[in-house]
């Protein structure tokens, strides 16, 4: 029989016995941020757990970890610890075990209805790089950028190309997103554009959230890197199109990306999705050995992005697509990050790039869905370009299991205007 928890869960909830993803939060405003999970439409606040000395493996006992007010101490512990604390709270959480179950002073304590918390980053994110690591998101990217000489250009083939974003304006969902304002392209011999972005658009990612970090010097074997991922959230990196095209070349992306990225605030382990790994498109030419692994792995996580205009009540879905259609897997992307010696740290974010499927419905942005603005895309009625103040963007993902569900929760902005 499937496991099941004492807490009645929804069987579309996202969060079933069988995900049990990590947060932050704060029960009170007044209250110090700490680490719980989600189940259900609760949080199990880890620090009332552990300060009932739930956590009696030999890892983890006396530890303090979920006494911080951050998981990257926990993080950092690796692999070994992460498999005590969820094996720990899959069994309290459990139907079938007493310890919390029937014991409700402690269920009070421990127990929160997840809308009466603040959710939390939930980690401290020391740096953050953005990868571009989708086939089919590359090649429209070219076409529209580049022409179609050669789209895709040849080094992509060979090497997980990134950029280094910026850690300093990674916010947690539901923090409104302010248009920048920044310089476009001159046009018709005119001096350069300056004033709110015009082409502002959402970029439909997930990040490996780093475990344990390496030494500076010392690379990943990319057969040990799943060994540093601690789980996934949903990312997006919202882009300006205009400041981007202008300023990107040479050196890459810069204010047209940095004003602001958003995470989803629960990171869901590779443990609760390991049912849901699958085999990775297969890469032709083959890469470097250094890039070879043993095992090449996706997880089939469906991903949707849902678009509500101001003037509406109701959302639109705006794409489809999956992280199964990565081409280069999470795993290349960190051994590649740490093979000239570059060290990752606990809680370091890593960008999969934006996530587009073969399919025109699936394209993870609206500078593909709308080919850089010569379509519109209907929201119920609305005409949407690029989008627009008042709008409010959600990414969800989601694996489908047999009568359950793993899932990211949400992860969501809304435009606002600068200040005058
Ligand atoms: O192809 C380009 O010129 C630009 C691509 C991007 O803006 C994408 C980026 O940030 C990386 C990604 O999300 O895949
Ligand atoms: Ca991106
Ligand atoms: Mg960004």
Redesign the pocket.
Known sequence: MALKSFIEVDHDSHFPIQNLPYGVFKPQPSSSPRPGVAIGDFVLDLSEIASAALFDGPLLKNSNVFHQPNLNKFISLGRPAWKEARATIQKLLSATEPTLRDNAALRQKSLLPVSSVELLLPVVVGDYT?????LH??KN??L???GPQTPVLENWYHLP???HGRASSVVISGTDIIRPRGQAHPSGGSPPYFGPSLKLDF?L?MATVVGPGNELGKPVDINNAEDHIFGLVLLN?W?A?DI??WE?IPLG?FL??NFGTTISPWIVTLEALEPFACEAPKQDPPPLPYLTEKESKNYDISLEVHIKPAEHEDSSVVTRSSLKHLYWTLTQQLAHHTINGCNLRPGDLL?????SGPEPEAR??L?ELTWNGQNSLSLNGLDRKFLEDGDEVTLTGYCKGNGYTVGFGSCSGKIVPPAP
């Open positions: 953005d990868f571009f690591s989708s998101h590359t990217c070219g529209i950028f580049r190309i990134a950029y970029e990612e990196d882009s199109r981007q095209a990107y992306p047209g990306k960008g999969t790039g934006t996530i993870g942005c500078l």
